[in-house]
């Protein structure tokens, strides 16, 4: 049974940087398409980042655009996002996800919505002003 394990979260002032990390045991993470979603305080859940099998095609959020990197070492079954420039409204709780059937596509993986295979248990995420 895969299992999906978060880290790397905490309190940070804006303008900072955090690298959350997100490691996959079981499951076959290679051919796998992942992301990461946030949902902050009295909000849903949103789609923040997506990888491809590769790492080749990434997707972002209109928000996050310009600011975060999403990337994987599959070697090491770890996604990551690089945080660079937060902001308050940054502030969440981050979740990992994993798509295993679709072959790994970005956009497979975006198709299923939040109807995904399985999710890490989130790391918050702090921005103050």
């Known amino acids: 049974q895969v299992q999906l394990v978060e880290s790397g979260g905490g309190s940070v002032q804006a303008g900072g940087s955090l690298t959350l990390s997100c490691t996959s045991s079981?499951?076959?993470?290679?051919?796998?398409?992942l992301g990461w979603f946030r949902q902050g305080p009295g909000k849903g859940r949103t789609l923040v980042a997506v990888?491809?099998?590769?790492?080749?095609?990434?997707y972002y959020g209109d928000s996050v655009k310009g600011r975060f990197t999403i990337s994987r070492n599959n070697a090491k079954k770890t996604m990551y996002l690089h945080m660079n420039d937060l902001k308050p409204e940054d502030t969440a709780v981050y979740y990992c996800?994993?798509?295993?059937?679709?072959?790994?596509?970005?956009?497979?993986?975006?198709?299923?919505?939040?109807?995904?295979?399985?999710w890490g248990q989130g790391t918050l995420v702090t921005v103050s002003s």
């Open positions: 079981g499951g076959t993470f290679d051919t796998a398409g």
């Open positions: 996800a994993v798509d295993y059937r679709n072959l790994g596509s970005v956009s497979g993986f975006i198709g299923r919505g939040d109807d995904l295979d399985a």
């Open positions: 990888i491809s099998w590769s790492g080749g095609t990434t």
